[in-house]
């Protein structure tokens, strides 16, 4: 299966910018299907930026953050070619975790 | 599955990194050991902010203390969001220590909706895209040196994200 997330990470030499795509439902578990039956809640709990082995960005969310989530951040060094390690866990103790060449 | 397109420009432009990249990682196995520089309070998954209410819970909650308004905390978000569902919000402050940026939205079932944690090194700048029930406050929360600094902005919602 391919990846859920698709990052793009790109360096200044100073700074490496970060945007990442993650998909996946986010049910918040407040919605009903067609039937009127709620759907469960099934969302990312966490999500982790790792580079250098250390952490740069980590995400707490809840099942207000929208569907397929989206987010932008930026760090601190970070050289072309370095590895950006990307983690999450859901609910439901699901995960995915790619890594991507900061660019 | 399928890849679902944004409406983001830049999103689009995102490369899709294949499964060659989930083989190299092995198992996939979560390293979500904390750097040891962040503060005790910061590093573990707030349970019980995320199931508070109200906004003002949620911040007693995760942070045990309450938040003074800040102009030095820049809030993006649209003044009308036609979808509910996603709703572009962004942050980005010049305050010095900044520890964690909390996102949340008055009138959700749980206001709380995103809490970033921001190491030494990372710039206290987020964009994210969040969901939001009923037109209500959007609230950020910058925790900077010890101290809570807050901006706040009524988005005004056309249809509610709960509808999926």
């Keep these: 299966m391919a990846s859920t997330i698709r990052v793009r990470a790109t360096s200044t030499g100073e700074v490496t910018e970060v945007q990442v795509l993650i998909q ?28 250098d082995g250390r952490n740069v960005f980590v995400a707490d969310w809840g099942a207000a953050v ?15 070619g370095d590895d950006l390690k990307i983690s999450w866990i859901d609910n439901k103790g699901e995960t995915d975790t790619t890594t991507a060449k900061i660019q | 599955m399928t890849i679902t397109h944004s ?14 990249a989930i083989a190299l990682t092995g198992l996939g ?37 309450t938040a003074e308004p800040s102009d030095k905390v820049k809030l993006d978000a649209p003044e009308i969001a036609e979808n509910g569902a996603v709703v572009p919000i962004s942050v980005s402050t010049t305050l010095a220590d900044v ?27 987020v964009a994210n895209r969040l969901k939001m029930a009923k037109t ?13 600094y807050s901006a706040t902005k009524e988005v005004k919602v056309t249809v509610g994200g709960c509808g999926g």
């Design chain 2, 136 to 148: 209500c406050d959007v609230i950020v929360i910058v925790e900077a040196g010890g101290k809570l």
């Design chain 2, 29 to 65: 196995i979560m390293s979500v050991g904390m750097a040891p520089a962040l503060a005790a309070a910061n590093d573990t998954y707030p349970e019980d902010a995320f199931k508070q209410k109200g906004a003002a819970d949620a911040i007693k909650s995760l942070y045990g203390r």
């Design chain 2, 99 to 125: 520890t964690s940026i909390a996102f949340l939205a008055s009138e959700n079932p749980n206001a709380l909706a995103a809490v970033y944690r921001i190491p030494p090194g990372t710039l206290p700048n």
């Design chain 1, 24 to 51: 996946h439902p986010m049910d918040s578990g407040f919605v009903k299907d067609a039937k009127g039956e709620t759907i469960p809640p099934h969302f990312i709990r966490e999500l982790t930026f790792e580079h």
């Design chain 2, 7 to 20: 409406d983001f420009p830049a999103t689009r432009r995102l490369i899709l990194i294949g499964a060659g």
């Design chain 1, 66 to 80: 929208s569907k397929d989530p989206y987010v932008k951040f930026s760090f601190k060094g970070g050289n072309k």
